[in-house]
């Protein structure tokens, strides 16, 4: 593995492993947690799954782009903030649903904010993705 691919192989297996935990811990909140948490910690228990797994899908997305040749700095900055709020967004509400430390509710916006900017560098690195694949004449 050359260098160069050294950091997007790492992303491509922590998004990875990010989905694979996503399952686990939504199988294990649809059959181990449902007659344990009430119906609202339980519901904050799922959308940090469901979060986690869309955060997971557009982190691989990211890990797949950046293998395909040099990665542009928005891109590379998404594929870390899609990491960060996956920690940041989903870890705070997966603690706060299991324990009741409502207090973590000051730490999800910024997984939030994290999810926001990868977004936002997503759409900047496909924008300067579509220019250079036009600017080499290999189309859209």
């Not at 297996?13 to 686990?24: D, K």
């Not at 940090?48 to 891109?75: D, K, N």
């Amino acid at each position: 593995m050359t260098e160069a691919n050294l950091k997007p192989a790492i992303h491509l297996r922590l998004a990875a492993c990010s989905g694979f935990f996503a399952v686990a811990l939504g199988a294990f909140g649809a059959h181990g947690l449902k007659a344990r948490l009430g119906p609202e910690m339980l519901g904050i228990f799922q959308t940090a799954v469901q979060y986690q797994f869309y955060h997971s899908l557009a982190w691989l997305l990211v890990a797949v782009l950046a293998l395909r040749g040099p990665v542009a700095t928005a891109l590379r900055l998404s594929g870390y903030c899609f990491g960060a709020g996956i920690l940041l967004f989903s870890g705070s509400l997966y603690v706060l649903a299991l324990s009741g430390a409502h207090w973590l509710g000051a730490v999800t916006p910024l997984g939030g904010i994290a999810f926001l900017l990868g977004w936002l560098s997503l759409a900047v690195a496909a924008g300067a993705l579509t220019d250079r694949t036009s600017h080499h004449g290999a189309g859209d």
